[in-house]
């Protein structure tokens, strides 16, 4: 998926939380993003420059 500011996002890992849907995103730059909420829809937590997520 592609956004507004020309990322190419792929879901790298996604787990299901009593929150909702937890996706951890990267991009082909090396950004990386964490999305959460109900499956059908998702809010941005945080999008590093160039860090991966810490697991």
């Known amino acids: 998926?592609?956004?507004?500011?020309?990322?190419?996002?792929r879901?790298?890992?996604h787990h299901f939380t009593s929150e909702g849907l937890v996706r951890y995103q990267s991009c082909h730059c090396g950004a990386w993003r964490v999305l959460t909420g109900p499956a059908g829809g998702a809010t941005v937590l945080a999008r590093p420059a160039s860090t991966s997520p810490e697991r």
Do not use: I, K, L, P
């Open 1 to 9: 998926m592609t956004d507004h500011d020309g990322h190419t996002w």
């Open 11 to 13: 879901t790298r890992s």
